[in-house]
């Protein structure tokens, strides 16, 4: 069974690179059938994305049957995108991949292997997510707020810890980012996964900032804490919970998404007809209830909506990189 725990993965659509106006769902499907369609993923089967993407799938089959999972794990990702840059621009070849990858990896990496802003043409979002901020047993019980920890890191320099799933993340600098605000060291600890919760939960660092779905359960069991979202309203998941613009640290207000891209030349009316399509599978109740067990949410914009959505996470988490000193990896 697929935990809330699970974080990351990827999924796949049918053919639509000459697909007519007009054409019925029958076409469509008989269409997509000439040619095999793979939906990338840059992580290994199992985690979020892989899930998520296999879902997308299954609510894609009435449209375009012949398609398929590709996984390519490796780089955070960027293997897959190398994959997706160097495929057809023909509609028959897609990636899901998360936000990080436009809106962090190209301030944090020399050599990307790609460009994000010239090789890959937007479709869609298709989820989004907040962050949590949690503490554990090594923080005194009244510490209760975001305000109550920014000041028992302070006053506790050697003890100011915290775990995320990997150094470069948006989760990494979500943390530089309140360091920063609050005026204390915060020494990073990356867990590549969400092995950080299992040191939270015993003690052994002060803080995580996961997914809010990967904290909740330990937060439901009240083994840890959890201080603010970073989403810009409250959670329907822990409505008592206080965004972090509500805590005073506005500038932490963070959201990941995954989104599906294509090779930059696809022409543009393929790139319509994939988003509609994966619009109306997103849209549909039963979708909503799959994401919502996953504590995920649905997303879904238009091309020219997402391509600024991109612009403007770049922009944004640009200065916080560069501010943090962390140097740029080959």
């Not at 053919?15 to 939906?39: D, Y």
Request: proline letters at 8%; charged letters at 15%; aromatic letters at 10%.
């Amino acid at each position: 069974m697929i935990t809330r725990r699970k974080f990351v993965s990827l999924t796949c659509v049918g053919g639509l690179a000459s697909v007519l106006p007009g054409m019925p769902r029958a076409a469509w499907a008989q269409q997509a059938n000439h040619a095999k369609t793979r939906m990338l993923v840059g992580f290994t089967a199992g985690g979020a994305i892989d899930v998520i993407a296999r879902m997308l799938v299954d609510g894609m089959k009435d449209h375009f049957p012949s398609f398929i999972v590709d996984n390519r794990p490796g780089a955070g990702g960027r293997v897959a995108l190398g994959a997706l840059k160097a495929s057809p621009a023909d509609g028959t070849t897609m990636i899901l991949t998360p936000a990080s990858n436009f809106a962090v990896f190209p301030h944090v990496y020399k050599t990307l292997g790609y460009d994000a802003f010239h090789d890959f043409a937007p479709v869609t979002t298709v989820c989004s997510f907040p962050f949590l901020v949690t503490v554990g047993p090594m923080v005194p019980a009244d510490v209760r707020t975001l305000t109550d920890f920014v000041s028992w890191c302070r006053a506790n320099p050697k003890l100011a810890t915290y775990g995320t799933a990997a150094a470069g993340s948006m989760l990494h600098f979500t943390g530089v980012a309140l360091a920063k605000a609050g005026g204390f060291a915060f020494v990073h600890l990356p867990y590549g996964g969400p092995n950080g919760i299992q040191d939270l939960t015993g003690g052994r660092i002060a803080a995580t900032i996961y997914p809010i779905g990967t904290a909740l359960p330990h937060v439901q069991s009240g083994v840890i804490r959890a201080l603010a979202t970073t989403g810009p309203e409250r959670s329907s998941l822990l409505p008592d919970v206080p965004t972090v613009r509500e805590a005073g640290y506005p500038m932490l207000e963070a959201i990941e998404w995954f989104g599906i891209f294509v090779p930059a030349i696809t022409p543009a009316e393929t790139v319509n007809r994939l988003n509609s399509a994966i619009r109306s599978v997103v849209g549909t109740d039963a979708f909503k209830a799959k994401l919502a067990k996953l504590s995920v949410d649905p997303a879904g914009v238009t091309p020219g909506e997402f391509a600024q959505l991109i612009k403007s996470d770049f922009e944004r988490w640009g200065p916080i990189v560069q501010a943090s000193g962390f140097s740029p990896e080959d």
